[in-house]
């Protein structure tokens, strides 16, 4: 079993680290350079930033953010939002990210993933799916778009599996439901995905105690493990996730 990868993820709103439930009633969580150097303290693997507001205020990612959060940390950085053609890959690649996250640009135009695959590496290319229950989908997981706002009739299973299709090399599926709740990993919702798709799936949304980490990866076939609240406010820490990992036999990536 290859080692799991813890990753923090920045939720970006206005220059500040912002988190919300659902979605919504979003609250601040820092600095966002603070926040990137000390999880590069904390052995983290990977880290994300997502810009939550760019593709609602119809923009690319702010290459300012990028560019302060890659220049205290030499882990891999993702970055999402706003990402909507070839050259918004290559700028926020140029401003230090290692891998881009495609979400509601690569819904309403596929094709986009193929062709960022082959100008970038299929390495560079995560695409993200926000889903919500709907029991009228096949997998009964609908896929939603526009930070959470637009529901696209489309199954969000199906839509993993196209994805991996065209290219992407690390599906990242966040449920609505879950999110910010701390009430654990959707794990119907990992696993659903796990199991239609061969390239890492990333858990994210709703991790709340050192329980649902191992249950991401035992019962969601989680590779990767995002987080939010539960690092940002420090009620967990990455050091404690990698240890209890460990001790129940999960493999994960640690520092000499």
């Not at 300012?64 to 690649?93: F, M, Y």
């Not at 062709?115 to 889903?131: F, N, Q, S």
């Not at 798709?197 to 989680?222: C, I, M, T, Y």
């Amino acid at each position: 079993m290859e080692p799991v990868r813890i990753m923090p993820c920045l939720d970006m709103k206005e220059g500040r680290v912002v988190k919300g439930v659902h979605f919504i009633d979003i609250r601040d969580a820092g600095d966002p350079v603070e926040n990137a150097a000390f999880y590069q303290a904390e052995e983290a693997d990977e880290l994300a930033m997502l810009d939550i507001a760019a593709t609602l205020e119809n923009r690319g990612t702010r290459l300012e953010w990028v560019r302060q959060v890659s220049s205290v940390i030499k882990i891999p950085l993702t970055v999402g939002g706003g990402i909507g053609c070839l050259n918004d890959i290559d700028l926020v690649l140029g401003a230090g990210a290692s891998k881009v996250s495609m979400n509601s640009s690569a819904v309403e135009d596929p094709g986009l993933i193929l062709e960022a695959a082959l100008h970038c590496g299929a390495g560079r290319i995560t695409v993200a799916i926000d889903a919500r229950r709907n029991p009228a989908m096949p997998s009964g997981f609908e896929l939603v778009v526009s930070g959470g706002t637009r529901p696209v009739g489309k199954d969000a299973v199906e839509w993993a599996k196209r994805c991996q299709e065209l290219g992407a090399s690390v599906i990242l599926p966040t449920s609505m439901d879950g999110d910010g709740t701390r009430k654990g990993y959707d794990i119907e919702f990992t696993r659903a995905i796990s199991d239609a798709v061969r390239v890492p799936v990333v858990a994210s949304g709703g991790a709340g105690k050192l329980e649902d980490f191992h249950d991401a990866v035992v019962k969601g076939g989680a590779k990767i493990l995002l987080a939010a609240s539960v690092f940002h406010f420090r009620t967990i820490r990455i050091r404690e996730v990698k240890d209890y990992l460990s001790s129940r036999g999960i493999p994960v990536l640690k520092t000499v």
